[in-house]
């Protein structure tokens, strides 16, 4: 499964739009994009998930660059309570999730 | 929210002692996973299960064993536990359906081994 890279720290002001990076210049081409949160001290959350085509649902916007190597995640509207890590995993379809690693994610503050 | 309880919510031990952590799902799904977190280190997987009676390692797994008799449960042990092994430990579940596989998570428990 690709690695990724995401910047440790983001702070975003809050009701703006929080556009958290991420680098996976090894994917491959049956690996999907996922987004999980954790707030706090709880078990992490799924948020979204692509592959190749941009993606919405309820809480996020997914961006994947036409080459694959980066994408963005797009909190529209931040409010206090996105305050959490975010991480970025590639996930194989062939591997499941016993083959991804957790890093460290970006932690994103959202400031009053 | 997926069905997952994790048991205890909070434990203290020492060191030496043996130590079973419990989750318990009620979605019915095939994968069961255990990570433990740590400061600097993020989610790491200790042991995962694909089945009943169906269990592998995962990256961090010396001191650990895990079990699961039935769908529903999966249990990690720590033999004899040191305290290296203080943290907090999230036990996740997955359906394994391929190319829209979300992993849920439990509560996590507090482990301190003192």
């Known amino acids: 499964d690709a690695k990724t890279t995401q910047p440790p720290s983001m702070d975003c002001a809050e009701g703006r739009a929080a556009n958290l990076p991420c680098n996976h210049s090894?994917?491959?081409?049956?690996?999907?994009v996922y987004w999980y949160r954790q707030i706090h001290s709880q078990g992490p959350q799924y948020i979204i998930h692509g592959l190749k085509n941009n993606e919405t649902n309820e809480m996020a916007s997914l961006i994947i660059t036409e080459d694959r190597k980066s994408s963005t995640l797009i909190l529209p509207h931040a409010t206090l309570r996105d305050t959490a890590v975010y991480y970025c995993?590639?996930?194989?379809?062939?591997?499941?999730?016993?083959?991804?690693?957790f890093g460290i994610g970006t932690k994103l503050q959202v400031i009053p | 929210d997926a069905g997952i309880t994790q048991s205890p919510r909070h434990k203290v031990t020492e060191t030496g002692t043996p130590v079973t952590l419990r989750c318990h799902q009620t979605e019915n799904h095939r994968y069961m996973y255990w990570y433990r977190q740590d400061p600097g280190h993020g989610l790491r997987l200790i042991h995962y299960s694909y089945g009943v009676k169906d269990t592998d390692k995962g990256e961090v797994s010396d001191g650990y064993s895990v079990s699961r008799s039935k769908t529903e449960d999966f249990l990690l042990t720590l033999e004899s536990a040191t305290s290296s092994q203080t943290s907090v430990y999230f036990c996740a579940i997955s359906d394994g359906l391929r190319g829209n596989e979300k992993l849920f998570f439990g509560s996590g428990t507090q482990l301190s081994v003192l």
């Open positions: 995993i590639g996930l194989s379809p062939l591997g499941g999730y016993q083959k991804v690693t």
């Open positions: 090894t994917i491959s081409g049956n690996e999907y």
